[in-house]
């Protein structure tokens, strides 16, 4: 999720921040959030495990904070844990540390208490572990781990036949959001030098502190980014690491 460059018509005047219509499926809205799961996908026992990560209601059951010695393995295994496990520098990028690092639970819970902390990926693989190590794991028997039921059975299989359609192509740059499906957040320019002195003057975006020379050069080079990256403490947006 992040920033990508699209080469689009001339003519191509799509509302910017508003998701591309080739890109919604229209029979989205003939589903609905799954009551028996409450839209988690799970069963009743895991769904609790799940709950509890953050437990609003109840903060002595949290346990985001508190996770053990086989989540934590769990989180490795799904390579989540990079910061420990990988060191990062702007001329080689994330390497793995030699020999390899696993952290404690301990180093890994005082992490998350004192930064960003774990994501709700995280949180999916906390939870699975978790639920498997007690052995209740499983998925809601009405939904069948999706979240969500069909009005008719011809509805579910519209959806699944439903193929995105793309943005008009042509030989104008723009930038696009793919924090969503997917929309676009500056105007279609002739010449990537137009893109990014837009880009400058009138983003205000996680992007907005990225200079031209590091638009131009994203604009005529990898095209995607992350939206953040996070290296040596210090949190820039993606745009700026790729291009640096």
């Known amino acids: 999720m992040g920033r990508e ?50 437990a609003f209601d109840d903060r002595s059951k949290q346990w985001s904070h508190n996770i053990t010695q086989d989540e934590v393995q769990a989180l490795i ?27 404690t639970a301990e180093e890994v819970n005082a992490w998350s208490r004192r930064g960003m902390g774990h994501d709700s990926l995280n949180c999916c693989i906390c939870v699975e572990a978790r639920a498997k190590r007690l052995g209740v794991y499983g998925l809601c028997e009405h939904c069948h ?6 009005l ?21 740059y723009q930038i696009w959001e793919t924090v969503s499906e997917g929309s676009p ?33 994203f604009i005529r080079g990898p095209g995607w980014a992350p939206s953040l990256v996070m290296h040596g403490g210090v949190l820039e947006s993606g745009v700026q690491a790729i291009s640096d």
């Open 5 to 54: 460059l699209r080469r689009v018509a001339k003519d191509f005047d799509w509302p910017l921040h508003k998701v591309w219509e080739g890109f919604q499926n229209p029979f989205y809205e003939y589903q609905k959030k799954c009551p028996f799961c409450d839209g988690s996908g799970l069963n009743p026992a895991t769904k609790q495990i799940s709950d509890d990560w953050y």
């Open 152 to 172: 008719t059975p011809e509805y579910e299989q519209k959806h699944e036949d439903w193929e995105p359609t793309q943005p008009p192509k042509g030989d104008y």
């Open 145 to 150: 781990g999706s979240g969500e039921l069909w």
């Open 185 to 217: 957040v500056s105007p279609a320019f002739e010449t990537p030098e137009d893109l990014a002195h837009w880009m400058v003057s009138h983003d205000t975006s996680v992007t907005k502190d990225t200079s031209y020379e590091q638009w131009l050069k």
């Open 77 to 103: 295994d799904h390579d989540r844990l990079i910061d420990f496990t990988h060191t990062w520098s702007r001329e080689t990028g994330w390497q793995e540390k030699n020999p390899p690092y696993i952290p």
